[in-house]
């Protein structure tokens, strides 16, 4: 299971198959021209076992996802500005007032600071808008992949109720909004993968050659870490660096992604296409570890 951070955040889309006859298509694109991969089903080892790995990666255990579609590439500032521009959504850290911004050596929390901004804090220039978007709490995530299912003409697959807080979530570290979210697993719209998916998917699928790293077992290859040393200039482009088997890029480095799983312990048990733990266990909100 992956750290969870409550920083720098973004999205991944997912989008469940379209066709119901016939052969899939290896990729697909939405309207906002994002590009959808085919990741077939299959079975494979989730976790590990290895020395120096955290406990929350262990144990080890068989898990079996059915196919889905995922974006190629982490959700760029572009993206995300169409869907603002066009709802006039207030995000978290808007709703909030704060985020929590890069310094030189650690992340410190900063007033006024939202979507429109990047990693340090300062307002996005044009030059970047095909960088990561960060700043994104997982129910902007959420309310982002509705708006473009809506804009797809597919069915949403969230339900979001942000009349009654959730009684069951228990986090009392960064989420004040609580709002009750339920996803509908057989809708065709886009929504966020489930950890056991992106696992699969930085793993690369079916056509995983056995990386240390998604898709290289040099991470230079494949990743790129803005809190590396010497000092690194920050994000990157999303597409940047060697994807993996299944033609996914920066599955390793760059920034974390949100997940829908809630956070909790692994066991020993063969599952089937898993979706977190127990709702009555809510802690935090699963993130994709795309940083150290």
Same mark, same amino acid.
């Given at each position: 299971?992956?750290?969870?951070?409550?920083?720098?955040?973004?999205?991944?889309?997912?989008?469940?198959?379209?066709?119901?006859?016939?052969? &899939? *298509?290896?990729?697909?694109?939405?309207?906002?021209? %994002?590009?959808?991969?085919? =990741? !077939?089903?299959?079975?494979?080892?989730? /976790?590990?076992?290895?020395?120096?790995?955290?406990?929350?990666?262990?144990?080890?255990?068989?898990?079996?996802?059915?196919?889905?579609?995922?974006?190629?590439?982490?959700?760029?500032?572009?993206?995300?500005?169409?869907?603002?521009?066009?709802?006039?959504?207030?995000?978290?850290?808007?709703?909030?007032?704060?985020?929590?911004?890069?310094?030189?050596?650690?992340?410190?929390?900063?007033?006024?600071?939202?979507?429109?901004?990047?990693?340090?804090?300062?307002?996005?220039?044009?030059?970047?808008?095909?960088?990561?978007?960060?700043?994104?709490?997982?129910?902007?995530?959420?309310?982002?992949?509705?708006?473009?299912?809506?804009?797809?003409?597919?069915?949403?697959?969230?339900?979001?109720?942000?009349?009654?807080? &959730? *009684?069951?979530?228990?986090?009392?570290?960064?989420? %004040?909004?609580?709002?009750? =979210? !339920?996803?509908?697993?057989?809708?065709? /719209?886009?929504?966020?993968?489930?950890?056991?998916?992106?696992?699969?998917?930085?793993?690369?699928?079916?056509?995983?050659?056995?990386?240390?790293?998604?898709?290289?077992?040099?991470?230079?290859?494949?990743?790129?870490?803005?809190?590396?040393?010497?000092?690194?200039?920050?994000?990157?482009?999303?597409?940047?660096?060697?994807?993996?088997?299944?033609?996914?890029?920066?599955?390793?480095?760059?920034?974390?992604?949100?997940?829908?799983?809630?956070?909790?312990?692994?066991?020993?048990?063969?599952?089937?296409?898993?979706?977190?733990?127990?709702?009555?266990?809510?802690?935090?909100?699963?993130?994709?570890?795309?940083?150290?």
């Amino acid at each position: 299971m992956k750290t969870t951070f409550t920083v720098l955040l973004l999205l991944t889309l997912f989008h469940p198959l379209l066709t119901t006859r016939g052969h &899939d *298509p290896e990729v697909i694109k939405s309207s906002t021209g %994002t590009e959808m991969i085919l =990741v !077939k089903g299959g079975t494979f080892q989730m /976790g590990s076992n290895e020395k120096g790995v955290g406990s929350d990666e262990k144990p080890q255990h068989s898990v079996t996802v059915s196919e889905f579609y995922i974006a190629s590439t982490e959700v760029t500032f572009a993206e995300f500005a169409k869907f603002i521009a066009a709802t006039e959504y207030k995000t978290s850290a808007e709703i909030n007032g704060f985020s929590y911004v890069r310094t030189k050596d650690e992340w410190e929390k900063r007033a006024g600071i939202n979507w429109t901004c990047d990693e340090w804090g300062n307002i996005r220039d044009i030059s970047r808008e095909n960088h990561p978007v960060v700043h994104v709490s997982w129910y902007d995530a959420v309310e982002y992949c509705n708006w473009l299912s809506k804009k797809d003409g597919l069915t949403p697959a969230y339900s979001v109720n942000k009349d009654v807080k &959730d *009684p069951n979530n228990l986090d009392t570290l960064s989420d %004040t909004q609580k709002w009750i =979210v !339920k996803c509908d697993f057989s809708a065709n /719209g886009y929504r966020l993968p489930t950890e056991a998916e992106w696992e699969f998917a930085a793993r690369g699928g079916n056509e995983s050659k056995g990386y240390m790293f998604p898709g290289s077992d040099d991470f230079r290859e494949v990743g790129h870490v803005f809190s590396s040393k010497p000092w690194k200039e920050g994000m990157i482009e999303v597409g940047s660096y060697k994807p993996n088997e299944l033609g996914l890029f920066n599955m390793a480095g760059n920034v974390t992604e949100w997940c829908w799983d809630w956070f909790g312990d692994y066991t020993t048990d063969a599952q089937t296409d898993p979706r977190g733990p127990d709702p009555a266990e809510k802690e935090l909100k699963e993130m994709a570890v795309g940083m150290d």
